[in-house]
């Protein structure tokens, strides 16, 4: 998660769209007056803090990224609330929590499966999951559109032709739904929904910068090493493809397909 490190210090001012997708989330949940939540990636732990203002109970936040943690832990460790550098792959916990709460981050997973089954075993007998996370190849169709714009650039297609993208997408609920059940898992609530959004294509960098930026530059995603000056030419091409998508009032519909589970063990 070094590609988190570099952006944890900006994170909580750019993921306005993770936020705004992870309060409705929070609702779906109907979280319980004193219930223990696990926060599975937490980032900067600003969600965290919003999930402890809903219980009486403890709240723990864990993400990959040591610098994520160590930003939340700063701004909102208490009695009640704490964070731990922790792969969500990797929870070990035992039924221990009445809510686990996975906003943005279930797209990274590499064993999405491995994860819902120490989930399940993580939660209370009748305890609830809630998943929000981009969904469908087409994601997001502003950014895909800047990605195809900048590799016209020949240097940025020949180094981009071999990008193998990390993330991890099914393209319908019925998908999704299943490989919840597949982990023993009852669905209360599954659906894809458009989330829309105008934002300057400034805006639209920030946001592309506060998630997506960390897949697409990751070296470990592509064949052999990037030429020099590549990163910076990437960036600088992705904010000029977002100025030419802006319409005549300089906005960018920014929609994204996004999956929202709600389920029970």
């Known amino acids: 998660m070094e590609r988190f490190d570099q952006i944890a210090s900006r994170y909580r001012q750019t993921s306005l769209v993770q936020a705004s997708a992870g309060a409705k989330?929070?609702?779906?949940?109907?979280?319980?007056?004193?219930?223990d939540i696990l926060d599975v990636g937490c980032g900067t732990g600003n969600l965290t803090a919003e999930l402890a203002k809903r219980t009486t109970g403890e709240v723990?936040?864990?993400?990959?990224?040591?610098?994520?943690?160590?930003?939340?832990?700063?701004?909102?460790?208490?009695?009640?609330?704490s964070f731990v550098?922790?792969?969500?792959?990797?929870?070990a916990?035992?039924?221990?929590?009445?809510?686990?709460?996975?906003?943005?981050?279930?797209?990274?997973?590499?064993n999405p499966a491995r994860f819902l089954d120490n989930a399940r075993t993580a939660l209370r007998p009748g305890?609830?999951?809630?998943?929000?996370?981009?969904?469908?190849?087409?994601?997001?169709?502003?950014?895909?559109?800047?990605?195809?714009?900048c590799?016209?650039?020949?240097?940025?297609?020949?180094?981009?032709?071999?990008?193998?993208?990390?993330?991890?997408?099914?393209?319908?609920?019925?998908?999704?739904?299943?490989?919840?059940?597949?982990?023993?898992?009852?669905?209360?609530f599954c659906t894809i929904e458009e989330s829309r959004s105008l934002r300057t294509p400034q805006q639209a960098f920030d946001v592309f910068c506060s998630g997506a930026r960390a897949g697409y530059l990751d070296p470990a995603c592509y064949n052999g090493e990037w030429p020099e000056g590549f990163e910076a030419a990437f960036l600088d091409g992705i904010?000029?493809?977002?100025?030419?998508?802006?319409?005549?009032?300089?906005m960018i519909d920014l929609m994204f397909h996004r999956i929202f589970i709600v389920a029970e063990r």
């Open 239 to 250: 904010h000029q493809a977002f100025e030419r998508q802006a319409d005549n009032d300089g």
């Open 25 to 35: 989330l929070i609702e779906l949940l109907d979280i319980p007056q004193s219930a």
């Open 60 to 81: 723990t936040g864990i993400d990959p990224s040591g610098e994520m943690v160590r930003v939340a832990s700063e701004a909102f460790s208490n009695q009640r609330t």
């Open 93 to 110: 916990f035992r039924e221990e929590f009445d809510i686990v709460y996975c906003n943005s981050a279930f797209q990274w997973f590499r």
């Open 85 to 91: 550098k922790m792969d969500a792959e990797g929870i």
């Open 151 to 188: 590799s016209e650039n020949p240097e940025i297609g020949k180094v981009f032709s071999g990008f193998r993208p990390p993330w991890f997408f099914l393209e319908t609920e019925n998908e999704y739904r299943s490989l919840f059940e597949q982990a023993g898992f009852r669905v209360l």
């Open 127 to 149: 305890g609830r999951i809630g998943i929000q996370a981009p969904a469908r190849h087409d994601y997001c169709p502003a950014f895909i559109a800047a990605i195809e714009t």
